[in-house]
Structure formats: C-alpha cells, structure tokens
C-alpha cells in the first residue's frame, strides 16, 4: 500500500466531513436543535474523530518504516555495505542460536544507543554526527544498536507520548537509589529602609528526588518450530512483541504512577490549588483556560525549549477543533498540524506555539479530570537501570514443545520540580 497516497486519501475525506459538519453547524447556530440535527452532527463528529484516529496510524507506521530505513542508510553510508551486512548476520545467527539454547545465560539488550539514534535523527543529524555522538566508532559495526534493541526500543516508545516528548533520561549500570538536589521553597530578601539596618531574609529550603529501579517484565512464549525457521525474522518478532508490552505499562506509571512502590507519573506528580479549572458547566477546555494554563507556568519553563502538552487522543481530537473568535466557535484554528512529525529534523503538531504529545494514559475529558497538562518536559526525570535482560526456559513448555522468553527491565521517574508544570482539571459548577 502506498501510505502517502493513502493518508492523503483520508485527509480529503476528512476536509468534506469538515464542511458538511461546518454547514450544519452554520444553519442551526442560534437556535435549539432538534433530535435529528444532533444526531447528525453527533455522526459526523464521531466520523472526524474516526478518520483522525486511522490517520495516525498510518503515520505512526510509516514513520517508524521511514526511520528504521534511514538509520540503515547512515550506517551503511558510515561503516560500508560489506561491514554492516556481516555484522547484521553475525547478530542474527547469535540471536537465534541463543534462542534454541545453543548459548547459555542470559541474553542483554541495550537501547541506550537506539534512543540516543532517534533523539538525533529527529534533530536533523546528519551520518557523521550520529556516528560520533550515538556510536562507539570502533572497528566493527557490531557497536552500533542492534536490530533486536532497535525493534524493542521504537515499539516501547511507538504509541506513547511521555516516552517521545524531550524528558530529561538517564541511563545507569546499576541500580542502586538516586538522589537529585530539589529546591521546595526559594529564598526571600527582605527590603532594607535605611542605613544601619540589619539585612534578613528567609533561607531556601532544599528536599531531595530519589530514584529508585522499579522492575518491569514480560513472559512470551513461542513454538520451537518458530525459532528454527530461518524464514522468521526472530529478531523482529521478539522486539515487536516485548518492547509494546514493556513501553505500554511503563508509559502507564510515567504518566499516572503514585510514586509508592512504582514511578512517580508526571500528571500525578501535579496537585494542589495552582491547577486551571474549567468552571461553569463547561466540561471542554476553553481557549482562555488553555492560555490560563500555559501561563501559569514560570517563563523560565514555559519558554526553555522543552515546553509542550500532553493529552488523551479523544482530547486532542476535542482541542484541535478549537477557533480563535467567539468562544472558540469561528475563526482560525488555534492547532496547527504539523507536516514533518516523526522525520528528521520534523516537529509534532503544535498548540498555541507549544508541542502537543499525545498519550493514551492522560485522563478522558470528563468532571473533576485532569485532561490537560502543560509544562517543561526537561524537569521530568526518567531512568533506566541496566540493560534489558532477556531469559529463555523450556520447562514450561516442555510438554507443548514451546519455548518461553522473559523480558525484564528497570525504570523510574519523578518531576523535580512541580512549578515546571500545571494542568487543567475539568469541574462542573
């Protein structure tokens, strides 16, 4: 299928669903509708949304193809065909020679490298930059990421915006506790009148951040007739399958995670009084509770570079309908789509000047939700603890001739600042 022509195809039909829901819109402004209008409106809202949702799979899927593609071309462009060809088969015979239990132990995975491909890819890096930033330039290519930690690494970030917005990750060997330095409270100066008065002021209070290594995994199991066909892409096939499964419920604790036992979720992260209500008996957000919202944020960290949103789909299918004029009913649309998100150098669509990433763990829009968060993603802390190890049994499925695979990785996260960001709770009057 050709995923250009098709996505334009759906765009077209998007536009005419637009006019005619435009249309209907235009005739009964000013009036109560009836039972029939709404329903029609109701549809051809409810077929936006649709077309919306098919859309960014499509470009969801032709942008991890597009990067995979490219990041093969600025290897091969670096190390040679030759190089990189034997490399390949070298790291696909190891691989499936481990999965038949051919070598013993476990085996580990490291995506540092493959994020760090991505980050700078998306940057607009050219062969040469990434080779010298993301690799260990030795003399084997074999150093670069291999395709099993690429395949793990882009579907634990695939559908989930917190593991795609410009988080401040670090990587560590081990596991042991993390502490960061976390500012609670500012110093105050006092005022000095004259001469000769004594000089106060109150002193800055300090907490401390600490990140720990929650540990996550994922049991696959797998016919023995599947590893030993060498027409299977194992390596594919086991990055697909434990890298979603490990980055949904990861991308799960970012986002809502108490803190207790498990990562601290940046939404969760956000309480007490600075948030934006929505007020009245308005569930959706308003164009002034999104500006409320953007500017209560410090300038420091509204405009550091790192600054966007974050939101569920269904809301953000909600907000990019939203106009400039007259309470957000006319005008120019307040969302701009962007044209290059997910390719070099490309950006994710905008909101009021600002990124908007979208993560399905975010609450629905509905009363006393917390639909909407804005802030600076660089205060948000995420850290993995080692590689992701993967283990191999075959007693489990010794009677069924299967074999299974375990995946294991360890993760934390936590805001270290919580004025660097603020949300919009939706409350009904």
Same mark, same amino acid.
């Given at each position: 299928m050709d995923v250009r022509a098709h996505v334009i195809a759906l765009n077209g039909q998007r536009l005419n669903v637009v006019e005619q829901?435009?249309?209907?819109?235009?005739?009964?402004?000013?009036?109560?509708r009836n039972q029939e209008e709404a329903t029609k409106?109701?549809?051809?809202?409810?077929?936006?949304?649709e077309i919306d949702a098919e859309i960014r !799979?499509?470009?969801?899927?032709?942008?991890?193809?597009?990067? &995979?593609? =490219?990041?093969?071309?600025? @290897?091969? *462009?670096?190390?040679?065909?030759?190089?990189?060809?034997r490399a390949t088969l070298q790291g696909d015979a190891y691989l499936r020679a481990w999965t038949r239990g051919e070598i013993a132990g476990d085996l580990l995975v490291d995506i540092r490298g493959a994020a760090r491909e991505r980050d700078l890819m998306r940057q607009g890096a050219t062969a040469d930059e990434i080779r010298v930033t993301?690799?260990?330039?030795?003399?084997?290519?074999?150093?670069?990421?291999?395709?099993?930690?690429?395949?793990?690494? !882009?579907?634990?970030?695939?559908?989930?915006?917190?593991?795609? &917005?410009? =988080?401040?990750?670090?990587? @560590?060997? *081990?596991?042991e506790p993390m502490d960061f330095p976390k500012l609670g409270a500012h110093a105050i100066a006092t005022q000095v009148s004259g001469q000769g008065t004594t000089l106060a002021g109150t002193d800055p209070t300090y907490l401390k951040m600490t990140l720990n290594s929650y540990k996550y995994g994922e049991l696959v199991k797998v016919a023995n007739e599947v590893l030993s066909d060498a027409g299977i892409d194992i390596a594919s096939f086991l990055g697909k399958d434990m890298g979603r499964a490990l980055g949904r419920k990861i991308a799960t604790d970012f986002v809502t995670g108490s803190g207790s036992g498990k990562?601290?979720?940046?939404?969760?992260?956000i309480v007490g009084s600075g948030t934006i209500v929505?007020?009245?008996?308005?569930?959706?957000?308003?164009?002034?509770?999104?500006?409320?919202?953007?500017?209560?944020?410090?300038?420091?960290?509204?405009?550091?570079?790192?600054?966007g949103w974050l939101m569920k789909d269904s809301v953000a299918g909600t907000l990019r309908k939203i106009r400039d004029g007259a309470g957000g009913t006319i005008g120019?649309?307040?969302?701009?789509?962007?044209?290059?998100?997910?390719?070099?150098?490309?950006?994710?669509?905008?909101?009021?000047?600002?990124?908007?990433?979208?993560?399905?763990?975010?609450?629905?829009?509905?009363?006393?939700?917390?639909?909407?968060?804005?802030?600076?993603?660089?205060?948000?802390y995420v850290r993995y603890s080692g590689p992701t190890a993967i283990e191999r049994s075959t007693e489990a499925g010794f009677s069924t001739d299967e074999t299974f695979f375990r995946a294991k990785l360890r993760a934390d996260s936590d805001l270290i600042d919580t004025t660097a960001f603020n949300a919009i709770v939706e409350v009904v009057a």
């Open positions: 829901l435009r249309a209907e819109l235009d005739a009964t402004a000013g009036r109560e409106i109701a549809r051809l809202d409810a077929r936006i949304d !799979e499509f470009v969801q899927r032709e942008t991890r193809e597009r990067e &995979a593609a =490219t990041l093969r071309e600025q @290897t091969l *462009s670096v190390f040679g065909d030759a190089v990189v060809q993301a690799w260990d330039t030795g003399s084997s290519a074999s150093l670069v990421p291999t395709t099993l930690a690429r395949t793990l690494y !882009e579907y634990m970030e695939a559908s989930n915006g917190i593991l795609r &917005a410009p =988080t401040t990750t670090l990587y @560590t060997n *081990s596991g990562p601290q979720g940046l939404a969760a992260a929505t007020g009245g008996s308005l569930i959706t957000p308003t164009v002034e509770k999104l500006i409320d919202c953007m500017y209560s944020v410090a300038d420091v960290y509204r405009d550091g570079g790192s600054a120019a649309f307040l969302w701009q789509p962007s044209l290059t998100q997910g390719i070099a150098g490309g950006r994710p669509d905008t909101l009021l000047g600002h990124p908007v990433y979208v993560d399905s763990n975010m609450d629905a829009s509905g009363s006393a939700k917390k639909s909407v968060v804005f802030g600076d993603f660089s205060a948000f």
